[in-house]
C-alpha cells in the first residue's frame, strides 16, 4: 500500500510558476512509477508528467517544455515544476504512483494509489 499526498497549488496570473510538491509513503513507496494528472471541469484526467524508478520520464504535449517533473530521492518527494502557465492549466492537478513500469506510462489507469489533489487556478 502507498500513500501519496501532493501540496503547492493555487492561484497564479497567466505567465506566472508554481511548484506542486508529492511525498510517498508506505511498504512499496521507494519502488514504484510515479507522475502528475490534472483535470478539469467536464473533462477526463489527463497524464501530464509521469517519472520510471529509472528516471525516465514522459509529458504530454500541451506541457512540454514548460512543465518538469522531479524527484528528490533523499525524502522521497516528486516535484512538478510549471511555468509560463496559461488559463487553460487551471484544473485540480494529482499525484499518484503505480507499477514500476520500464518505460513511462501517462495512461491515468495504469496507477494506482492517489492523492486527493490540489487545485491550480490561472488567471488571464
Known amino acids: 500500500q502507498v500513500q501519496v499526498e501532493e501540496s503547492g497549488g493555487g492561484s497564479v496570473q497567466a505567465g506566472g510558476s508554481l511548484r506542486l510538491s508529492c511525498t510517498a509513503s508506505g511498504s512499496t513507496s521507494s519502488a514504484v512509477s510515479m507522475g502528475w494528472f490534472r483535470q478539469a471541469p467536464g473533462k477526463e484526467r489527463q497524464g501530464l508528467a509521469v517519472m520510471t524508478t529509472n528516471g525516465r520520464t514522459a509529458y504530454a504535449d500541451s506541457v512540454k517544455d514548460r512543465f518538469t517533473i522531479s524527484q528528490d530521492n533523499t525524502n522521497r518527494t516528486l516535484y512538478l515544476q510549471m511555468n509560463s502557465l496559461k488559463p487553460e492549466d487551471t484544473a485540480v492537478y494529482y499525484c499518484?504512483?503505480?507499477?514500476?513500469?520500464?518505460?513511462?506510462?501517462?495512461?491515468?489507469?495504469?496507477?494506482?494509489?492517489w492523492g486527493q489533489g490540489t487545485q491550480v487556478a490561472v488567471s488571464s
Open positions: 499518484a504512483a503505480g507499477p514500476n513500469y520500464i518505460f513511462p506510462q501517462t495512461d491515468p489507469q495504469k496507477y494506482y494509489y
